[in-house]
Structure formats: structure tokens, C-alpha cells
């Protein structure tokens, strides 16, 4: 009986080793171009302000029409952001790699969702704005380079530890894709923990499908010890949700305990200072990645699917 179950799962294995070569041969074929990245981060802090209307012209959508010009001449000379360009301008002396990158990611997006048919263009500059990273819209993609320069780099200094341990180059590739789910995994009409979760779970679960090569780590932006310590620990963390019966509570401050950014997750014991934040995301991965494991559906129709349907039909275990 073992050997048959044994030979099972070996067969099991190689049709699905087949099917994923068959979808990665079908992928390598969707045409896609060649990205070239428009260094704006170089182009404005090259200019001078007598060419601010020419540069007004040629990026529009860079320059909100109701912020004066003054504005724009004091960034330009503004002394912080000027250290932040030199960063930059070490950091990344040339993006050929990240283009080559893009490519890939932006072939992946057009075979899953067809609809796309122009490829963004892809423009890089450097903000002190710390609220909005890589953003992704179907005809254009920004980049604030200044906001992925290591985390040991000396001007996050002062800044959040958990905040800043994502200012990686890394993070560039899955900050995109997560703007890209923002606006394809529908938000959950349902405010519950477990809707919450899930709704998470949906995007990650978009980064294991667009980026197939970046680790766990990168795709949720947590350090490798923080992943480790939720897998150590993913049935603790379960027993805990249904023990303390808050799947299916609405309560908002449970979205601040376990979903929203923050140094570690807020259990009110003595291991939160030990676990990451965002707990409730990294546990409705692992339910959304239990839920596609063990049925036949399309990305796009699990994308679809409410919380508790997933939840229900993901036989979704805890590992020990």
C-alpha cells in the first residue's frame, strides 16, 4: 500500500512538473517589448529652471496643475533632495538588470491578464516622500529610486526600523506588482479578519504567479528570520485565531493588530515583540496558496472568490 502510495505521488509530481513547463513555454512566447527606463530622476535634477516648461510639456503627469512652479524651482535646489539624487545616482548607475527584469514581469502580466495590450512606460525619480513607492498604472510606471537604497543607507536614519527594512532594491519588482493588485483583487465588502486575510492572501498570491523567482521574504517584504519565525510558528498563530474566536469578527482593530504595517503583530502575550507585523496577511497566503493547491480554478476566478468560500474549500492545515 506504501509503495502504490509512494508511486502516487510520483506521478502526481511529474504531470505537474509538466503542466508548469507547458506554462512557462506558453509564457516565454507572449511578445513583449524591450523596456528602456526614462531617467527622470537624472533629467530634472540636470535641469535648470528655465527649462521647467519644457520639462512641464514632455511629463505633465509629473506636475500636478495646481502646484506652482515655485515649487518645482525650490525641489531643484532643495538640499536634501539633492543628497537623496547622488544616492541614487551611486546606488544606480544604470538599471539594465531591472529593465531586463521588467521585461519579464511585464510578459508574465499579459499572459494572465490578456486585456493588457499597451506595456507601460517606465520612468524613475527620486521623492522624499515616504507614503508612495513603485506605482503601477496600464500606462506608466513610476519608480521612486530613492526609496530603495538599502536599509543601511544613512538617510533613513532616524525612520522606522520595520518600515525601512523594505527600502531594498529587492522591493522594487513586488511594490509594483502590488500596485498592479490593487486594482484586480476586488476589496472585500465583508470587514471581517478573515476577509482581510484573504483579500492579502490574493495579492501575494499574484507574486508568487508574477514573480516566481523572488523569495517569500521579498514578497511580503519581511527579513528571512521573520519568515522563519512564521513558519515556526503558523500553528500557534492559528490556534490562537480560532481559539480567541476573531476569523469572523469585524472588529477594526483587529485589521491593526494583524494586517496593517507595524513593528510586530499585537497578540497582548509575551511573543509580539518576537513576530512580525502583518501576521494576517502571511496567514491568508498560506490559506489562498492551500486553496489553489487543492482545486482547479483559474487565478482569475479564485481572485473572484469570497473569503469563506476559499477558507472552506482550502483544507488549509497548519504546518507543525
Request: with cysteine.
Amino acid at each position: 500500500m506504501k509503495k502504490l502510495l509512494l508511486l502516487f505521488t510520483i506521478m502526481l509530481l511529474i504531470v505537474s512538473c509538466k503542466q508548469e513547463n507547458k506554462t512557462e513555454q506558453k509564457i516565454a512566447e507572449v511578445p513583449v517589448k524591450e523596456v528602456h527606463i526614462k531617467r527622470f530622476d537624472k533629467i530634472f535634477f540636470k535641469s535648470s529652471p528655465d527649462e521647467l516648461p519644457a520639462l512641464k510639456k514632455e511629463y505633465p503627469f509629473l506636475f500636478p496643475a495646481d502646484t506652482p512652479d515655485e515649487v518645482w524651482v525650490q525641489k531643484m535646489t532643495d538640499p536634501f533632495l539633492k543628497e537623496l539624487y547622488t544616492e541614487v545616482q551611486k546606488a544606480y548607475p544604470d538599471l539594465n538588470g531591472l529593465e531586463k527584469d521588467l521585461e519579464q514581469l511585464f510578459q508574465r502580466m499579459r499572459y494572465y491578464y490578456p486585456e493588457l495590450k499597451e506595456q507601460p512606460d517606465v520612468i524613475t525619480l527620486v521623492s522624499d516622500d515616504l507614503d508612495i513607492k513603485s506605482i503601477y498604472t496600464d500606462n506608466i510606471v513610476l519608480i521612486p529610486l530613492s526609496l530603495y537604497l538599502g536599509r543601511d543607507n544613512r538617510l533613513y536614519e532616524g525612520l522606522d526600523k520595520y518600515q525601512v527594512q523594505n527600502y531594498e532594491p529587492s522591493q522594487i519588482l513586488p511594490d509594483i506588482v502590488s500596485s498592479f493588485s490593487n486594482n484586480r483583487v476586488p476589496v472585500p465588502q465583508d470587514r471581517s479578519l478573515l476577509a482581510l486575510m484573504v483579500y492579502f492572501g490574493k495579492q501575494l498570491y499574484l507574486k508568487d504567479v508574477l514573480l516566481p523567482d523572488a523569495t517569500d521574504a521579498d514578497k511580503i517584504g519581511y527579513t528571512q528570520e521573520q519568515i522563519d519565525w512564521s513558519k515556526a510558528n503558523e500553528e500557534e498563530i492559528w490556534r490562537y485565531f480560532v481559539d480567541e474566536k476573531i476569523l469572523f469578527d469585524n472588529n477594526p482593530k483587529l485589521a491593526l493588530r494583524f494586517i496593517n504595517p507595524a513593528p510586530f503583530s499585537k497578540f497582548y502575550l509575551e511573543v509580539d515583540k518576537e513576530s512580525p507585523g502583518r501576521i494576517g496577511q502571511w496567514m491568508g497566503w498560506q490559506i489562498v496558496r492551500a486553496y489553489m493547491k487543492n482545486n482547479e480554478v483559474t487565478l482569475q476566478d479564485m481572485i473572484q472568490k469570497d473569503a469563506k468560500e476559499i477558507f472552506d474549500n482550502s483544507k488549509y492545515k497548519p504546518k507543525k
